[in-house]
C-alpha cells in the first residue's frame, strides 16, 4: 500500500509537529521532526486505511511505543493507557482532527491481544 505524503503533512501540520501524546515538539536543523502516525496498520494483516481520521502525529518514541503496543488510547475518552508518565491523560486533539474511535478500537484490540 502506498502512503499519501500529503495527508501526513496536513496532520502535522494540523498539530504544529507537536505530539498528541506528550505535546514536545522536536526541531532539528532540517526542521521539525514529528510522524503522521497510522492508527491501524497500513497493508497486510491490518489493512488499515490511509486516512487522517486513522492517523496520530506523534513523537518518533510514541510512535514507536504505540506500535510496539506498549500503551494504547481509549477509545472513548482518548485517554492514554499504560504508558507510565502519562497514564490516565488526555491526548490533545485538534478540533478539526475527526478520530475514528473504530481505528483505536482495533489498536485496542492488538493491545489486549499481546498481554
Not at 503522521?36 to 491490518?46: C, E
Not at 485517554?79 to 490516565?88: F, P, Q, S, T
Request: proline share 5%; glycine share 6%.
Amino acid at each position: 500500500m502506498k502512503r499519501d505524503v500529503k495527508l501526513s503533512e496536513k496532520l502535522k501540520t494540523m498539530y504544529d509537529h507537536t505530539c498528541q501524546v506528550c505535546g514536545v515538539k522536536l526541531d532539528s536543523p532540517f526542521g521539525p521532526i514529528a510522524i503522521g502516525a497510522h492508527i491501524k496498520a497500513l497493508g497486510y494483516p491490518h489493512n488499515g486505511p490511509d486516512i487522517i481520521q486513522n492517523m496520530l502525529c506523534l513523537c518518533p518514541n510514541h510512535h514507536e511505543q504505540f506500535d510496539a503496543l506498549t500503551y494504547y488510547i481509549d477509545p472513548k475518552q482518548f485517554l492514554i493507557k499504560n504508558l507510565i508518565d502519562l497514564h490516565g491523560q488526555r491526548i490533545y486533539v485538534h478540533e478539526n482532527h475527526k478520530i475514528s474511535t473504530e481505528f483505536l478500537d482495533c489498536h485496542l484490540l492488538q493491545y489486549k491481544k499481546s498481554y
